[in-house]
């Protein structure tokens, strides 16, 4: 029998330059909930009326960092540690934000490989 709460893990990968980041194996419903809330802007709206929100795809590769990152290896031009702040994230080089955004991707899809895996093993043993 299986959990199906989230575990608490943390995963070390490599960046460029000898750079890393460490990050959660996996969000929890709720984690993942906040993440896309952090993808909504408010709509313009006339004073007095209720404020409304769109979802903005191009928030969501920054929602996806601060949801899944926990540390990093990232240093000022003095040397450093960078803290781990939206702040932060905005100020990086695009090409810094865009490694660090492409490693966690790929890290999500690694582990959904995994899930996939483990459910079609489950399941052909339920059929055994």
């Known amino acids: 029998m299986r959990t199906r709460i989230v575990a608490p893990a943390i995963e070390r990968l490599t960046l460029s330059e000898g750079d890393w980041i460490?990050?959660?194996?996996?969000?929890?419903?709720?984690?993942?909930?906040?993440?896309?809330?952090?993808?909504?802007?408010?709509?313009?709206?006339?004073?007095?009326?209720?404020?409304?929100?769109?979802?903005?795809?191009?928030?969501?590769?920054?929602?996806?960092?601060?949801?899944?990152?926990?540390?990093?290896?990232?240093?000022?031009?003095a040397g450093a540690p960078l803290e781990l702040s939206r702040d932060?994230?905005?100020?990086?080089?695009?090409?810094?934000?865009q490694e660090l955004s492409d490693t966690i991707e790929k890290h999500r899809e690694v582990i959904s490989e995994e899930k996939k895996r483990r459910r079609t093993e489950m399941a052909s043993l339920a059929i055994s």
């Open 22 to 77: 460490e990050i959660k194996r996996e969000l929890t419903v709720g984690e993942e909930r906040e993440m896309y809330i952090a993808t909504r802007r408010p709509r313009p709206a006339d004073p007095g009326d209720p404020v409304t929100y769109d979802y903005d795809p191009a928030l969501l590769p920054r929602a996806r960092a601060e949801a899944y990152l926990l540390r990093w290896s990232l240093v000022d031009a």
């Open 88 to 97: 932060v994230l905005d100020r990086l080089e695009p090409d810094t934000f």
